[in-house]
């Protein structure tokens, strides 16, 4: 029996930010922490509705929006090797949150507030039993609550290290 850690797995990667809104042509260092899921069940089927906690961050290389993230992932094998990810949680980010159009810079996303609603989606493959890499799409939004809400929808490639 393998001991239980609270830390499950730690990622870093990078992605465009947002190719098609005013951030375009900038990037993001990103990393995230996955902690071990709260309880486990014997039946596989019932261990993927399950998520585990995380936290994470993403810095925009340019100086546009970068934020930090919480939330929960859950994770579904396809494979032994392959696997498909969901995330849903809430993002603070450093980006516009000018209501007025006019105040708005033309090369900066119209955010709306802070903080935001994050969900990824995640395709993944395990190439030995602690590392894997994955194709990850993430969206921020505040979903209508503020009067701008542009948001962002960044893609890219993070490398897994699990415990």
Wanted: hydrophobic fraction near 35%; aromatic fraction near 10%.
């Amino acid at each position: 029996m393998q001991p239980m850690s609270f830390v499950s797995e730690l990622r870093i990667g990078a992605s465009a930010q947002d190719p098609w809104s005013p951030e375009k042509g900038s990037a993001n260092i990103t990393g995230e922490i996955l902690f071990a899921k709260p309880f486990t069940t014997a039946d596989l089927f019932t261990s993927y509705f399950i998520p585990r906690p995380h936290l994470g961050g993403s810095l925009n290389t340019r100086g546009d929006t970068s934020f930090a993230f919480a939330g929960l992932s859950w994770t579904v094998d396809i494979t032994q090797r392959v696997f498909v990810e969901a995330s849903f949680g809430g993002a603070m980010h450093n980006g516009n949150t000018q209501s007025n159009p006019a105040l708005i810079p033309a090369d900066r996303s119209a955010l709306g507030c802070s903080p935001l609603f994050r969900e990824s989606g995640s395709i993944g493959y395990r190439l030995s039993q602690n590392w894997s890499v994955m194709a990850t799409v993430e969206h921020l939004s505040n979903a209508g609550a503020c009067n701008q809400n542009r948001g962002l929808t960044n893609v890219g490639a993070r490398l897994g290290y699990t415990f």
